[in-house]
């Protein structure tokens, strides 16, 4: 239990899928490199944490489990601050000038949106907000993909993944119904990429949909969500890379 705890403290299930994603991405465009990936997955699991912190907070009528892992333990809180703060510190500043300029961009949108978590109906574009944040920073460093039906899938994708979690903590069933208008779209740009990929894709939503929909059922429904999300990307990352073979 105890190394549950570690990974529900650094959201390392969040920051598998960046490093998936990521890894997917440098395949596809032959661009890999190991120090943006150790970058981001700090970036991604001090985002995380500070996200969960100003939860808990400033919106204490919609916490959670995850929430609550962080209150009243202020010095590791903040000693895992530093330690992932000051990689993510170093990594900025290590970046090219436009790449620091466009992440600087980035983190004042993660800014404004950590005080909009104080505005009572925030949380319902929160899903939205999150997964455009995360699709910009998993599409900053390719310039040729910034617009195009892979980040629309990324974005849709997210999206879905975020609202079922809004789904499973708040027992809305509205939320549900959003999952399945979400899943409709992003299978709709899974296809416009590849029929293989879209097949993925299908696998991981359907899989999805029903381990939010009996979650009760799923002791660690965020964990095998987050493996769900994973399994198209590390399918396809896998095609690509018996292709350079």
């Not at 617009?147 to 879905?160: D, G, R």
């Not at 939320?175 to 990429?193: D, E, K, P, V, W």
Request: hydrophobic letters at 60%; glycine letters at 2%.
């Amino acid at each position: 239990m105890r190394f549950y705890f570690f990974i529900r403290w650094f959201a390392l299930d969040s920051v598998l899928c960046v490093a998936v994603v990521q890894t997917f991405l440098m395949l596809l465009f032959s661009k890999f490199s190991l120090f943006i990936l150790f970058g981001l997955c700090c970036v991604t699991s001090l985002f995380y944490i500070l996200d969960r912190v100003f939860d808990l907070y400033l919106d204490s009528n919609e916490l959670c489990e995850r929430h609550f892992i962080y209150q009243n333990r202020y010095v590791p809180l903040g000693i895992s601050l530093i330690v992932l703060g000051c990689p993510s510190i170093i990594f900025w500043l290590l970046l090219p000038t436009l790449l620091k300029f466009y992440l600087f961009l980035i983190f004042c949108i993660y800014v404004a949106h950590l005080v909009a978590l104080k505005i009572k109906y925030y949380h319902f574009l929160k899903p939205f907000i999150v997964a455009f944040i995360f699709t910009l920073i998993m599409v900053v460093f390719y310039e040729q993909i910034i617009v195009s039906q892979l980040v629309f899938f990324i974005y849709s994708y997210t999206c879905l993944n975020l609202v079922g979690h809004e789904f499973i903590e708040l027992k809305r069933m509205w939320y549900f119904y959003g999952c399945i208008l979400l899943s409709i779209i992003t299978i709709f740009f899974a296809i416009q990429i590849s029929h293989l990929f879209m097949t993925f894709v299908l696998i991981s939503v359907t899989m999805y949909l029903v381990v939010i929909y009996f979650n009760e059922r799923f002791k660690f429904w965020f964990e095998c969500g987050e493996l769900l999300y994973s399994v198209p990307f590390i399918l396809m990352g896998l095609v690509l890379w018996m292709d350079y073979l």
